[in-house]
């Protein structure tokens, strides 16, 4: 998986999947513009989360991950200065018997309820209070679903009383469930395509909400409220794997995935009900380490164009481009950029009118296998999590 769209969630909830509006921007200020020589102070570490691909989640002063031990599926409770206070199991999940173990759904945290996906299809809330699941849902039994090739991988939007989730089925392709009993309250068939790895967007368009993802071949259009189909887009990649989240702006949707298939900017009109595409670009083709709109332009890294690119939102013209990285997952935190990258170089950019500085560059030393999770920003700590290892780095400006 910016300056307008929020997330409407009920004050007690905060969805920490690449920001609070799922943008990658963390609205973060008096941080530094330069680090130490030896990258920035790493306040604590802990190195027993098990296998995982997943970001940390912050709510009131708690920290929350998921983790795989053997088979089992645990959520990890940390407080702020890296105490492990409680680790809870939450159900079976993708393990060294199947390509890629490890967890996949960054918790999404609303009141005292906490939500994730497993890579096998279960939909389980967990009660933080009680430590006890609250209730849970087959996705591929209860809705029809079908499993994919990494298996599934969706980080999840809660909205008020409701939570959607894409089971991928023919019939229940896109599912919104009341998240206090897990009953069903719609479910659109779609495109009738399985889901192909994307965390999802709900955007507020002058009113109206739009719930916004990409299935196996189409961009997908739904109205919050009723699931109706409001629009589809094709949109189809060599394998048919788009994690990244859509960016919305200013009327407008960028949607955007690897494999050299790149991007596309679309036009909404007033009410939402059609889409106009406006440009595309394959040069700027991120697999899966999402991309960030700043200032007018778009900042990313390539899948099969390895480098890091900035594109003009309005036109979709490349501005400038690197191969001082390799590619891998951005975020935004005042004014600059982070990039975690899969060589584990974990760098701090300048962005530019039209281009961008690495100013600061470290190596991710700790931690296991893939380079992968997206890092987060919370009250001046960058969050980087490798594998079985969570960092957590003051960036603050002294």
């Known amino acids: 998986m910016v300056l307008i769209f929020s997330l409407t969630v009920n004050a007690q909830t905060i969805n920490n999947w690449r920001g609070p509006n799922r943008d990658g921007i963390f609205h973060e200020t008096n941080l530094l513009k330069v680090w130490p020589e030896n990258g920035p102070k790493i306040l604590w570490t802990y190195e027993n989360l098990g296998k995982g691909f997943t970001s940390p989640t912050l709510v009131d002063g708690k920290i929350y991950l998921t983790g795989l031990e053997g088979d089992m599926g645990y959520i990890y409770i940390f407080s702020e200065q890296g105490k492990l206070e409680k680790k809870i199991p939450y159900g079976e999940e993708i393990s060294a018997s199947s390509g890629y173990p490890g967890t996949r759904s960054t918790p999404t945290i609303a009141d005292n309820l906490v939500y994730i996906a497993t890579g096998h299809g279960k939909l389980v809330c967990l009660d933080l209070n009680t430590e006890k699941e609250k209730w849970s849902k087959n996705l591929f039994n209860d809705f029809d679903g079908k499993n994919i090739r990494w298996s599934l991988t ?8 409701v939570i959607y989730v894409a089971p991928g089925g023919k019939k229940n392709n896109v599912i919104a469930l009341n998240r206090h009993n897990g009953s ?3 479910s659109s068939e779609g495109k009738n395509e399985i ?18 993802t990409m299935m196996e071949k189409n961009i997908l259009g739904l109205d919050a409220g009723s699931g109706a189909l409001i629009w589809s887009h094709p949109h189809e990649n060599q394998y048919n794997i788009y994690p990244n989240t859509p960016i ?11 494999y050299g298939k790149g991007g596309i900017k679309v036009n909404l009109n007033a009410d939402g009900s059609k889409i106009t595409q406006v440009w595309a670009n394959e040069t700027l083709d991120p697999q899966m380490g999402g991309a960030v709109l700043l200032n007018g332009y778009i900042y990313g890294s390539g899948h099969k164009n390895r480098k890091w690119f900035c594109l003009d939102w309005e036109s979709g013209e490349v501005k400038h481009e690197s191969r ?9 935190a005042d004014n600059m950029l982070y990039a975690y990258t899969e060589r584990g170089e974990l760098a701090l950019i300048e962005p530019l ?8 560059k470290t190596m991710i030393t700790l931690g296991s296998e893939q380079h992968w999770a997206h890092p987060v920003i919370h009250n001046g700590v960058l969050y980087v999590r490798h594998g079985n290892a969570l960092m957590a780095f003051d960036i603050r400006e002294k």
């Open 154 to 161: 969706e980080n999840l939007v809660v909205d008020g009383d």
């Open 184 to 186: 069903l309250i719609w």
């Open 195 to 212: 889901s192909a790895y994307c965390s999802p967007l709900l955007i507020d368009h002058n009113g109206r909400k739009i719930f916004v």
């Open 248 to 258: 919305y702006y200013d009327n407008s949707i960028y949607f955007f995935s690897g």
């Open 324 to 332: 001082e990285l390799d590619k891998g997952a951005v975020i935004a």
């Open 353 to 360: 009118p039209g281009s961008f500085r690495v100013v600061s």
